[in-house]
């Protein structure tokens, strides 16, 4: 059985804070989109309210794999050249699966 590290800990549990803010958002946006059409012809904010809803579910897909990386004993490495990821980088980014180098 692997033992976590200290940092891992910390990320998971930031990881699955944002989740759940990312998953109460995409909701939010969902009902309100809902609600609009209910009332309002097509417009812009539908289409706005689209690429929001876009934008955080390639969030919530990026933080659930970092989840799985960190179960799978991966986190913190670069996906590209497995090097080690900083943690500096992990600690501001912390669904990264990039090191600075091969993240551009």
């Avoid at 033992?3 to 930031?14: A, G, H």
């Avoid at 309002?40 to 969030?59: F, N």
């Avoid at 913190?76 to 980014?93: H, M, N, Q």
Wanted: charged share 35%; net charge negative.
């Amino acid at each position: 059985m692997r033992v976590w590290s200290r940092l891992e800990w910390q990320q998971q549990s930031r990881l699955l804070d944002e989740r759940d803010r990312l998953r109460r958002l995409h909701e939010e946006l969902r009902v309100a989109a809902t609600s609009r059409r209910d009332y309002e012809p097509h417009d812009v904010t539908d289409d706005e309210a689209a690429l929001q809803a876009d934008a955080i579910e390639g969030r919530l897909t990026t933080t659930d794999e970092a989840l799985k990386r960190i179960d799978s004993g991966g986190y913190g490495t670069c996906l590209v050249c497995r090097s080690r990821i900083a943690d500096e980088r992990l600690e501001a980014l912390p669904a990264t699966a990039l090191c600075r180098s091969c993240a551009g």
